[in-house]
């Protein structure tokens, strides 16, 4: 079939190179080009059927004319049909070839089902989202008031045992939470603290070394005889 | 025959599709019509949920992990009047002991005044309870605070509120303490 093309091809070629140099006329060259180009036509239709039966997985024609020498009128017709259908184009109305197209369900059409499926599911996806997803529910940590309350607050402490007073303002703690501590003592030592980390409730003198210690640090308390305000329940302050 | 099912599953499923997307506006819409929401604030391991009608706000102490006030108890300086306040301190001894020693110390200034205190549990955890008053500041105030140990730590949920307006804010506070989580 090939080698039929070539040499059709060669033909054409000499009949224009004769042409040129003026050895035919123009009528015979219009004449044999249009008879070689029909020809051409049938080579390029015969083949381009083969190709599409080979793609069927139907037998070749060359195969059926070994077994048949003559091929009939129905396969001749076959392959007009074969030809008009891929090679022509024909018309989409045409309900002849476009027959069994419409009678399966072809890649084309899945494909648009399942692009079909893909679009309504997003779209009903994302509106379910949005309308029940709270996006609103987490906080935004942007601040809207101070808060100045706290389960730990300074506490002026005020313990009252017997007769002379000593102020210790300000007095210094380690422990930050508990400031400005009043006690009021007597001379007679009767509010000793037992320790430096017991609690105040706990507390009913205070050490003579504490004592000291306050003194010290506030500087005017020397003699006192006391220390009771050494410490404050749980904070635990220590005189140091 | 085989045209007509596919045609069918089509349509059938663009129709549940449909009934699944109004249903979904109509949830969406009652939701909408409700003005209270809940929002969540997560810090430091815990995580509250509160009304929308409250607002983040900054803690003065520096033991505090989270506050929140309510809006419209702000007062002009931006100071919230009806607060929540989480906070949490380093154990310096057994837990019990010391809470209960904190609030000995804490009758000793007359400005507090101690009105109850027991047990409850919160997230599954024992808990103390202490509801009291102080006088410290503009207003007298009352103050309920639960307080729980975990890691060694001292944690404590306070909820404080002007006399006159704590039993009205309290169910926000024990709204909170059902929706806690800490981690």
Same mark, same amino acid.
């Given at each position: 079939?090939?080698?039929?093309?070539?040499?059709?091809? &060669?033909?054409?070629?000499?009949?224009?190179?004769?042409?040129?140099?003026?050895?035919?006329?123009?009528?015979?060259?219009?004449?044999? /080009?249009?008879?070689?180009?029909?020809?051409?036509?049938?080579?390029?239709?015969?083949?381009?059927?083969? /190709?599409? &039966?080979?793609?069927?997985?139907?037998?070749? *024609?060359?195969? &059926?004319?070994?077994? &048949?020498? @003559?091929?009939?009128?129905?396969? @001749?017709?076959?392959?007009?049909?074969?030809?008009?259908?891929?090679?022509?184009?024909?018309?989409?109305?045409?309900?002849?070839?476009?027959?069994?197209?419409?009678?399966?369900?072809?890649?084309?059409?899945?494909?648009? #089902?399942?692009?079909?499926?893909?679009?309504?599911? #997003?779209?009903?996806? $994302?509106?379910?989202?949005? #309308?029940?997803?709270?996006?609103?529910?987490?906080?935004?940590?942007?601040?809207?008031?101070?808060?100045?309350?706290?389960?730990?607050?300074?506490?002026?402490?005020?313990? *009252?045992? *017997?007769?002379? $007073?000593?102020?210790?303002?300000?007095?210094?703690? *380690?422990?930050?939470?508990?400031?400005?501590?009043?006690? $009021?003592?007597?001379?007679?030592?009767?509010?000793?603290?037992?320790?430096?980390?017991?609690?105040?409730?706990?507390?009913?003198?205070?050490?003579?070394?504490?004592?000291?210690?306050?003194?010290?640090?506030?500087?005017?308390?020397?003699?006192?005889?006391?220390?009771?305000?050494?410490?404050?329940?749980?904070?635990?302050?220590?005189?140091? | 025959?085989?045209?007509?099912?596919?045609?069918?599953?089509?349509?059938? !499923?663009?129709?549940?599709?449909?009934?699944?997307?109004?249903?979904?506006?109509?949830?969406?819409?009652?939701? %909408?019509?409700?003005?209270?929401?809940?929002?969540? !604030?997560?810090?430091?391991?815990?995580?509250?949920?509160?009304?929308?009608?409250?607002?983040?706000?900054?803690?003065?102490?520096?033991?505090?992990?989270?506050?929140?006030?309510?809006?419209?108890?702000?007062?002009?300086?931006?100071?919230?009047?009806?607060?929540?306040?989480?906070?949490?301190?380093?154990?310096?001894?057994?837990?019990?002991?010391?809470?209960?020693?904190?609030?000995?110390?804490?009758?000793?200034?007359?400005?507090?005044?101690?009105?109850?205190?027991?047990?409850?549990?919160?997230?599954?955890?024992?808990?103390?309870?202490?509801?009291?008053?102080?006088?410290?500041? %503009?207003?007298?105030?009352?103050?309920?605070?639960?307080?729980?140990?975990?890691?060694?730590?001292?944690?404590?949920?306070?909820?404080? %509120?002007?006399?006159?307006?704590?039993?009205?804010?309290?169910?926000?506070?024990?709204?909170?303490?059902?929706?806690?989580?800490?981690?």
């Amino acid at each position: 079939m090939s080698d039929e093309r070539e040499k059709l091809l &060669r033909v054409m070629k000499n009949l224009e190179a004769d042409y040129n140099s003026g050895k035919i006329s123009a009528e015979k060259y219009s004449y044999f /080009r249009s008879k070689y180009e029909d020809k051409l036509n049938s080579i390029d239709a015969k083949a381009a059927t083969k /190709r599409i &039966r080979s793609m069927q997985g139907k037998p070749s *024609t060359d195969n &059926r004319r070994k077994q &048949r020498r @003559r091929p009939t009128k129905n396969k @001749r017709k076959e392959e007009q049909d074969l030809v008009q259908k891929y090679i022509i184009n024909p018309k989409k109305s045409d309900a002849k070839y476009n027959k069994s197209k419409k009678s399966s369900m072809d890649s084309g059409t899945f494909k648009l #089902f399942l692009l079909l499926i893909l679009v309504i599911g #997003f779209t009903a996806g $994302t509106a379910y989202g949005i #309308f029940n997803l709270d996006f609103g529910s987490v906080s935004n940590s942007e601040t809207v008031a101070i808060v100045d309350d706290t389960a730990f607050p300074e506490i002026k402490e005020v313990v *009252t045992v *017997t007769n002379n $007073t000593s102020k210790y303002d300000n007095y210094s703690s *380690t422990n930050d939470d508990y400031k400005n501590v009043e006690t $009021t003592t007597d001379n007679s030592n009767s509010y000793q603290p037992s320790d430096s980390s017991s609690s105040n409730s706990n507390n009913q003198g205070g050490s003579g070394q504490q004592s000291q210690s306050s003194s010290s640090q506030s500087g005017s308390q020397q003699g006192s005889g006391s220390g009771g305000s050494g410490s404050n329940g749980a904070n635990g302050g220590s005189n140091g | 025959m085989k045209d007509n099912f596919i045609k069918g599953s089509i349509i059938t !499923l663009m129709l549940l599709l449909f009934l699944i997307s109004a249903v979904s506006v109509v949830s969406a819409d009652d939701n %909408a019509d409700e003005d209270l929401s809940v929002l969540t !604030l997560s810090k430091g391991g815990i995580t509250i949920q509160y009304p929308s009608t409250w607002g983040v706000a900054e803690p003065t102490s520096n033991y505090s992990i989270m506050a929140i006030s309510k809006i419209d108890s702000i007062d002009a300086l931006g100071v919230g009047q009806v607060n929540i306040n989480i906070e949490k301190k380093e154990l310096d001894g057994e837990f019990y002991s010391s809470v209960n020693q904190s609030y000995k110390s804490m009758q000793k200034d007359p400005s507090f005044q101690l009105i109850s205190s027991g047990s409850v549990s919160v997230g599954g955890m024992d808990a103390l309870e202490y509801i009291y008053t102080s006088s410290q500041g %503009a207003g007298e105030k009352e103050h309920k605070a639960i307080w729980f140990e975990k890691g060694g730590q001292a944690y404590v949920i306070m909820y404080s %509120a002007p006399i006159d307006q704590f039993e009205d804010n309290l169910y926000v506070f024990d709204f909170v303490l059902s929706e806690i989580q800490i981690t």
